[in-house]
C-alpha cells in the first residue's frame, strides 16, 4: 500500500516536469540541479523571468506533502484494513489536488514559452526509464 501512496506523489512530479529521473538520494539537490539546467537551456527573455519563479515554487517539492506521506506509511500498520484504505484514499485525494495545482503551473508557464523553448521543455522533461537507457 506504501508504494500505492508514494507512486503517486512521483507520477504527480515526473508529470510537472520537475525532473528527470533522479538517482538514489539525489531528493532535493537533483531537483535544483534539474530546474537549473532547464532554466539555463531555456534561455529565458527577462520578461519570463517572472514565470519560471512562478512556476518553480509550485513544482518545488512540499514538506507538507512529504510530511502527510510520512504520517500515513506510519499509521498504515497501525489500523484495521478498513481505515487503511480509506486513509490511503485521503491522501491520494490530497494528492490529486497537489498534481492539479502543479500542471495548472506547468501549463500556465509553458503558454509563455516559444515554440523553441517549448520544444526543449519537452524533450528535458520527458520521464527517463531508471535503467539506464534513454
Known sequence: MRRIILGFSIIALA???AARAQPPGGGQQAVSAELIRLHDDLHLSPSQEQDWRQY???IAPSRDVMARH???SELLP???TPRRIALIEATMAQDAIDFRRQGEAV???YARLTPE???IFDRETL???NDGRS
Open 127 to 129: 520521464p527517463q526509464d
Open 107 to 109: 501549463t500556465a508557464f
Open 15 to 17: 508529470a510537472a516536469g
Open 56 to 58: 518553480a515554487v509550485a
Open 70 to 72: 510520512r504520517a500515513t
Open 117 to 119: 523553448q517549448q520544444r
Open 78 to 80: 497501525m489500523v484495521p
